[in-house]
Structure formats: C-alpha cells, structure tokens
C-alpha cells in the first residue's frame, strides 16, 4: 500500500525549533516529490514548497521562503519540514502530499499524509 | 501568485440533486486544475485532477471541466456522503495556490 506517515503533534513555546517528517512507503520516494501544505485552523489550504528526494531539489512559497526549511533522506523515504524559530501563528495542521505522477512537479497530491498538529502557545 | 476564487463559498443541497462548484483562477492555467474534497479531521482526497481526470476510487458521479480560467466540478446525484469541503487547486505556476473552499451541507 502507498502511504504516507507523519510524525505525531507538537506543542511548542514560541522562539522553539521543531522537525516534523513524513515517511513514505510502498512506492519509489526518491522518484516523487512531496509537497507541504498548511492549514491554520478553521482556514482553507496553503501549499508551502516541495522537495524532490532523488536530487534535493526544493521549491517554496515565495511567502513562506526563509520561514520554513524542507528537505528529504532518500535512505530512509523521509521528508522534513523544519524551522528554527516558531511563531504563535505557525499553529497549523501541516499536511505531506505526493503527486499522482514519478518526476512529475505540475501534478495533482492522490496520496496525502495523516497530518501533524503544530500547537505554538506561550 | 495566482488567485483562486471559488463560487460559492458554501451550498445546501438535497440527496438526488445535481451540484455545480466554479472556480476561475486569475490569469490562464491551461487545464493544470484539480479537486479536492475534504472531511472534518481528514487529509484531503483527490476527487479530480488535470481539470477533468478521474483518479481511481473517485466516484463516479463526480466530474470536472473547463480550461484557461474558469473551470467546474459537478456532482451529478448528491449523496449523504457527499458532505464536506471542496477546494480546487492550481498545479499551473508555484505557489500552487488553492480556492478558498466551497463547504456542500446535505439537506
């Protein structure tokens, strides 16, 4: 079965830094990129930036660029999405995604991780 | 970035009926458009892709179309399952912007 798994909820302070991972299986990681995608809560979908794990390309939101950090372990089918400083307003549920097509940047997400919970309060 | 504006933002409809979404983006996206559908707590689920492409496991009764900048999903016979969000999404130039969510509510 293609899955993705990501890692479970955080509760963080603000200024805290935080790793999240999403783990792929039953497909080819490094073939697919995987996607970010924000949602604050009671808000729509915000699609944050992609990596492709076979070569580390990434690609951000230019209104995220700086913010956030994502990056890939193709040895172990793992995606990251990092950052180093958190903000009360990063509470969010943050989901991985993988586009329908290997290599393929211009896709629709078919597999989507379970979501990880970011709580930043003081 | 590219905005996405869906119409409308939210729906009631009863079981049998025949449901219509647009969504126009801001400038052209040729037919780099997909549809989501998503439930309270869940992930989304890809209902369509590449403007009017059904994935496996989508129903049937779901279908897309449109090009350029004005697009639409259509529900052809409303189920109780059928209850949810649906956002579409452009996949055309990053930042792969999404619609703001149309919310469908059963009557």
């Known amino acids: 079965e293609v899955q993705l798994v990501q890692s479970g909820a955080e509760v963080k302070k603000p200024g805290d830094s935080l790793k999240i991972s999403c783990k792929g299986s039953?497909?080819?990681?490094?073939?697919?990129?995987i996607a970010w995608v924000r949602q604050m809560p009671g808000k729509g979908l915000e699609w944050m930036g992609t990596?492709?794990?076979?070569?580390?390309?990434?690609r951000y939101s230019p209104s995220l660029q700086g913010q956030v950090s994502i990056s890939a372990d193709k040895s172990i089918s793992t995606a990251y999405l990092q950052w180093s400083s958190l903000k009360a307003s990063d509470t969010a549920m943050y989901y991985c995604a993988r586009p329908v097509s290997s290599g393929s940047l211009n896709d629709a997400f078919d597999i989507w991780g379970q979501g990880t919970l970011v709580t930043v309060s003081s | 970035d590219i905005q996405m504006t869906q119409s409308p933002s939210s729906l009631s409809a009863s079981v049998g009926d025949r449901v219509t979404i647009t969504c126009r983006p801001s400038q052209t996206i040729s037919s780099y458009l997909n549809w989501y559908q998503q439930k309270p707590g869940k992930a989304p689920k890809l209902l369509i892709y590449?403007?009017?492409n059904l994935p496996s496991g989508a129903p049937s009764r779901f279908s897309g179309s449109g090009s350029g900048t004005d697009f639409t999903l259509t529900i052809s016979s409303l189920q109780p399952e059928d209850s949810a969000t649906y956002f579409c999404?452009?996949?055309?130039?990053?930042?792969?912007?999404f619609g703001q969510g149309t919310k469908l509510e059963i009557k």
């Open positions: 039953g497909y080819s990681f490094s073939n697919y990129w």
């Open positions: 590449a403007a009017s």
């Open positions: 990596v492709y794990p076979g070569d580390s390309d990434t």
């Open positions: 999404q452009q996949s055309y130039s990053i930042p792969y912007t």
